[in-house]
């Protein structure tokens, strides 16, 4: 491994624990406050797993705060006459007699987890975010967007009338579109500025999980105009006449709008001559060139004229006001949880992929690179990790805290706790699902990897 790669390990491996740190001491911390709230009595307070390496006992019923050993996940906690004597003066403060009370406790982590989602979101709203405009770059036919007639240089004005300013953007409203309908309607802008509506499938997209590139979906930049900037010393351009400055109209029958059009031309017709028509000082000039073979495309050595300010032109930024920063932070952490939900049934309905689960490696990799970026993306990131564990938390798999919240809602119904044997092999098949959803995360982490 090169010093470079080290580094790129270490600091995304300190990103990680800095966002799973913080991830756990909220999501337990919820756990924790509403049980103070209701009278339980917390032993442990824990930010990670195993021996500790750091305790304190404070308060007035000297809860322990830990660091464990294994800075993987976390734990409260509770008084539990199941799992100790409990002196008769403090029974009423056991957990596990605290009835359909126990609800608020264990849903309290999960909800935990979506507030830090709309803070991180609110904050990364206020400070301001910037992506790169959802600018086409080359459209291969045989994709789903080439069949629907998308086309280079085509900029994704919206997606069902919601504005996309960023490629994020496009891909979040794709998905979110897709889940509920089986057509989506895209608006565009082309070069010329008119606009153009397509339809994509909303079974394709739902198919790739948000996945563009499997869609079609390349990113590309503005268009830029013909003109000559450099013309090569001693190559073919230069020895037929071409100058610096000079505009491209014309060549092989094909108006030439675009530089691209024109970097296509040549690159098909190496070992063949051109006849290109070019506008130098008002005036139009026939030149005959023969594209060199260079790799395996023409080349004929000119570069073409950038504007200045054209880099900062493919970026949108925007930022929104205190209060409506709020609104919207609040709106997208809805919006994405509901899309989770969506997605995680059609994952187990089979009608979408599962090779977009990410595990613990992918996760380390794009904390290091969004902390590496700056502020506003690492809250981003920081969002969508808890807003994701606050809702998968909620889903109703025994070990869960949703499983938990079943158990609890049964046992209030049939007014008796459950029996120890159901109680058993729930948590053992909740293990087994649990099992099977990290094996298959981890697989897809080496896959990416390898």
């Known amino acids: 491994m090169t010093f470079s790669a080290l580094e790129s390990f270490g600091s995304s491996l300190v990103a990680f624990l800095v966002t799973l740190g913080i991830l756990v001491i909220v999501h337990e911390f919820g756990h924790f406050w509403v049980a103070k709230k209701l009278g339980i009595k917390v032993l442990r307070f824990s930010v990670g797993f195993g021996k500790p390496i750091w305790s304190r006992k404070a308060g007035v019923d000297q809860t322990e705060y830990a660091l464990g050993f294994i800075p993987l996940g976390g734990y409260v906690s509770f008084l539990d006459d199941r799992e100790g004597s409990v002196e008769p003066s403090e029974a009423h403060r056991a957990f596990n007699r605290q009835g359909i009370w126990r609800i608020p406790v264990v849903l309290a982590g999960p909800f935990a987890n979506l507030l830090l989602a709309v803070l991180a979101y609110w904050l990364m709203f206020l400070i301001g975010i910037s992506g790169l405009r959802p600018i ?63 339809v994509l499938s909303g079974q394709v997209i739902t198919q790739s999980e948000g996945n563009l590139h499997q869609t079609g979906f390349r990113p590309g930049s503005p268009l830029l105009e013909p003109i000559l900037e450099v013309v090569e010393a001693g190559g073919p351009a230069a020895k037929a006449g071409f100058v610096l400055g000079d505009r ?30 070019i506008e130098r000082a008002g005036e139009r000039k026939i030149l005959s060139v023969t594209p060199i073979l260079k790799g395996d495309s023409g080349y004929v050595g000119v570069s073409v004229k950038v504007p200045n300010g054209y880099r900062d032109s493919m970026r949108a930024e925007f930022r929104y006001p205190f209060w409506e920063a709020l609104g919207v932070a609040s709106t997208k952490v809805w919006d994405m949880s509901v899309l989770t939900l969506k997605m995680l049934l059609k994952v187990a309905e089979g009608q979408a992929s599962m090779g977009d689960i990410s595990g613990p490696i992918s996760i380390a990799q794009f904390a290091g690179k969004a902390a590496s970026i700056g502020l506003a993306p690492f809250l981003a990131f920081l969002g969508l990790i808890s807003l994701n564990l606050g809702v998968i938390n909620l889903l109703p798999i025994p070990v869960l805290d949703g499983g938990h919240v079943v158990h609890y809602l049964v046992e209030a119904i049939l007014g008796k706790p459950l029996p120890n044997k159901v109680v058993f092999w729930g948590q053992k098949i909740g ?11 981890l697989f897809n982490d080496f896959q990416r990897l390898f």
């Open 248 to 277: 491209i109209l014309r060549s092989e029958g094909l108006a030439i709008d675009f530089w691209n059009q024109w970097v296509e031309v040549v690159r098909s017709h190496p070992g063949q001559t051109l006849h290109v028509e």
């Open 136 to 198: 086409l770059g080359t459209v291969d036919p045989a994709t789903p967007v080439g069949r629907a007639g998308f086309s280079e240089g085509e900029e994704i004005f919206s997606v069902e009338e919601v504005p996309t300013p960023t490629w994020d953007a496009v891909s979040f409203a794709l998905l979110r579109e897709a889940v509920d309908q089986e057509i989506v309607r895209v608006e565009t802008v082309d070069p010329k500025g008119e606009h153009h509506h397509r």
């Open 431 to 441: 293990e087994v699902i649990l099992f099977g959803m990290m094996y298959l995360a």
